[in-house]
């Protein structure tokens, strides 16, 4: 179930989508997104006449993805099951992206051998762009948070609603977020799901650096996306990087 519940809840957010339709038509040739999941970002991109190659390494949301783009025939979009931080697909794309808060996720070896693959698969005067949390806010972060309500939408299988409460525990190097997803019966019972995501305790400067240090140059940063500068009080942090210095 798991992917459906994650599809359903994901969904319901858009607001950075056109950022990243309006990189893609700036750029141009086929788009390669880490982290692909199951086509949020990917498919608003396919439906504006964008070729894709998605990659994940999370076989069933994979599967889930793949069912989706056999329903709505949809062509022009190659999934592959593989990981970010090490994978040789022998082409190179003119826009890498890595939406979702996913970047933060990663450790810094894992960050690094990432850019390192993107380094391989960017083509010249190409250009990498990541979106996460604002990473001066997820340091400011008490210890740990109450369960909040965060939304409620309907079971892709019963109809039911579906409430999603978040939380989250600080731990020494990094921030674990908690979601729950509670499957309301009619009968009055809740089945409930549970994800966890850990996002490191990273600086932006360190960002900055492990980028300089992977042979990128960043271009732009900014703080939400309609392209405002980032500053530690804005929501997320969004770069866009090329290589060279």
Known sequence: MYPELYHAHHNLYTEDLPFWLDLARSQA???LEFGC???RVILPLVEAGHELIGL????EMIAFLQKLLQERQVS???VIEADMTNFDLGVEFSLIILPCNTYSTLSVD?????????RRHLAPGG???ASMFNPARLAELSQESDPEMEEVFTHPKSGNPVQVSSSWV???NSVEVIWHYDHLLPNGEVERETMCVHHTLASQQDYINELQAGGFKVQETFGDFERAPYSPEMPYFIFTAKVGK
Request: hydrophobic share 35%; with cysteine; proline share 4%.
């Open 29 to 31: 040739d086929t788009v």
């Open 37 to 39: 999941g199951t086509g």
């Open 56 to 59: 994940d390494n999370q076989p």
């Open 76 to 78: 022009r979009v190659q």
């Open 110 to 118: 894992q960050r690094l051998n990432a850019l390192a693959c993107v």
């Open 127 to 129: 250009v990498f762009a």
């Open 170 to 172: 600080r731990r020494e």
